[in-house]
């Protein structure tokens, strides 16, 4: 169910060739980044409806900053519809750099879920109808302990995958999945929605 990056773009690999000075700059400036919190939205939601809770531009904005001490699960954005996200761009200028050369910039963050917390259960649903999107994660800051995602097909059948630095996770969020936090430390990742189209231009989804 997890797919291949090289099957998505090889241009991926360009992560992984400037790891260093992408998790550099990511925990130099984690402090500074405008992160927010949507752990209650979205574990209310996936409870009520079985989906994860749509973050749009007039969601996000309404969401509560991220506080320092509290556990939840935040989004840090980076493009939005193609356009930079600066307050946080113009702090991680290597990464910005290196997604615009991949050129997948249509729905872009940085993805932090804290420790001991999980999202249960869920589907994301394509953002046009009839337009595969891919959910595209890779591993910024993932510790050496364990942080899972997980991907059940409607037969039953459940594939797990431990979050591991500079490796990709791609799926169809179509497909139903959940993610753990066992470590004692935050997990992060660089979280890429990329559709199947160039005509894409409804409203982005953070």
Avoid at 34 to 46: A, G, L, P, T
Avoid at 57 to 66: A, I, L, M, Q
Wanted: glycine content about 6%; some cysteine; proline content about 4%.
């Amino acid at each position: 169910m997890f797919i291949d990056y090289q099957n998505i773009s090889n241009k991926l690999i360009l992560l992984n060739t400037y790891f260093d000075s992408i998790q550099t700059e990511y925990r130099n400036n984690f402090n500074s980044l405008e992160f927010r919190d949507f752990i209650e939205e979205q574990k209310n939601h996936i409870k009520d409806t079985g989906r994860g809770y749509p973050i749009g531009y007039e969601s996000y904005f309404s969401g509560k900053p991220r506080v320092e001490g509290k556990s939840g699960w935040h989004i840090a954005p980076l493009f939005a519809e193609d356009n930079l996200y600066y307050l946080n761009t113009q702090l991680l200028p290597v990464l910005t750099k290196v997604l615009s050369q991949i050129g997948m910039t249509s729905v872009c963050a940085i993805n932090v879920l804290d420790p001991m917390q999980s999202l249960e259960w869920h589907i994301d649903t394509d953002y046009i109808p009839g337009v595969k999107l891919h959910r595209i994660m890779w591993g910024l800051e993932c510790g050496d302990q364990k942080s899972i995602i997980q991907l059940r097909d409607k037969q039953g059948n459940i594939t797990e995958r431990e979050f591991k630095d500079r490796e990709f996770y791609i799926f169809h969020p179509e497909t139903e999945h959940r993610v753990e936090n066992m470590m004692s430390i935050p997990r992060a990742v660089v979280c890429i929605d990329y559709l199947d189209s160039t005509k894409y231009s409804g409203t982005a989804i953070l």
